[in-house]
């Protein structure tokens, strides 16, 4: 445990990945807008810790992404001359495409790595940061470098986002969300109610219709999904999470931007290179991209 875990910004997903590494003696340290060290409350399971954290010094060679999907790459392309030449990344974000664009970037020992979490967790002020949902996380590595490098990042990761499941393939993972993130995030954020308003009648139809284009898209791009399955799970996320405003909703609410273009923009863009046209996801897209207008 010598060399040093750097976590990007001081976002909510960060601080809870960088708050459990630093209580399990992991060395941290943040790469933010600002310079200088960063304090702040920590919150778990009912036990509050105060926090100081270094800011990031070079070279880099252990690097967690945790920012927004349209984040991604400027803060890559910021980082890439800290890195080390065997910098090991771990990405974390909703929505997908990400990769693709990282992927170039990197030296050939540079190794990467994605989490996918649905661990919940939200800032009260700007030095607070609570978790406040259990939920599961996966991690698959997707440019292998050499193995003492992937137990490193296999422990830590466990640490930082446990309950974590290794998986060999992250793909089909991450298009599952992608199917729950298209339908409760866009319509949530279009309509400004919780999650659990969607459960209405008058939802239902566009619901369905969200998912059929999803499944059509999805299987172009070799992702086979039932129907009834998907549609249960898209159901019981929102049956689940009834009282809770999506991420995107929150995000339309506070005039921030929005991971449309990796979640919804992202099946359109692999629906047009297959060919297809999604009617009711385009039609949801531009919906939202007026209203930010
Ligand atoms: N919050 C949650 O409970 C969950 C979030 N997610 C997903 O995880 C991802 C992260 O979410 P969340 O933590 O909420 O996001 P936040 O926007 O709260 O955190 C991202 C942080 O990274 C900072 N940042 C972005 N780019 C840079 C950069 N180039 N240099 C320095 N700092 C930078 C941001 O700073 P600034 O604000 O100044 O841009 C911000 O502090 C998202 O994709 C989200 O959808 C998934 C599951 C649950
Ligand atoms: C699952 C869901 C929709 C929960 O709100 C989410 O991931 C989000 O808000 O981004």
């Given amino acids: ?83 080390s030449p065997d910098a090991q990344i771990a990405l974390c974000h909703n929505g997908m495409g990400s990769i693709e664009q990282v992927l170039p970037l990197l030296q050939p020992q540079q190794g990467l790595w994605f989490v996918s979490t649905s661990q919940a967790t939200f800032k009260p002020t700007a030095q607070q940061i609570r978790h406040s949902g259990q939920g599961p996380s996966y991690l698959a590595c997707i440019k292998a470098t050499a193995p003492h490098y992937a137990d490193l990042v296999r422990s830590a990761m466990a640490v930082a986002f446990e309950p974590l499941t290794p998986v060999d393939d992250i793909q089909p993972l ?81 005039g921030r931007p929005l991971e449309l273009d990796a979640i919804t923009g992202y099946l359109l863009k692999r629906a047009k290179a297959a060919g297809l046209t999604l009617p009711t996801h385009q039609a949801l897209y531009q919906a939202l991209h007026q209203q930010s207008l």
């Fill in 1 to 83: 445990m010598t060399q040093a875990w750097t976590v990007v910004g001081q976002g909510a997903i960060g601080l809870l990945a960088a708050s459990r590494l630093h209580l399990a003696g992991y060395q941290v340290q943040l790469f933010r807008r600002t310079a200088g060290p960063f304090r702040y409350q920590f919150e778990q399971a009912d036990a509050l810790h105060s926090i100081q954290l270094n800011a990031a010094q070079a070279p880099i060679s252990l690097l967690l992404v945790p920012v927004k999907a349209y984040a991604v790459l400027s803060a890559l392309q910021q980082l890439l001359p800290l890195l």
């Fill in 174 to 254: 991450l298009w599952r969300k992608l199917a729950v993130n298209s339908v409760i995030n866009p319509l949530t954020a279009l309509h400004q109610v919780p999650n659990g308003e969607l459960a209405k009648p008058e939802f239902q139809p566009q619901i369905s219709a969200l998912l059929q284009e999803f499944i059509e898209v999805a299987t172009a791009c070799g992702q086979k999904f039932e129907f009834d399955e998907i549609s249960t799970q898209v159901q019981s996320v929102i049956h689940n999470t009834a009282a809770n405003y999506s991420s995107m909703q929150q995000d339309k609410a506070h």
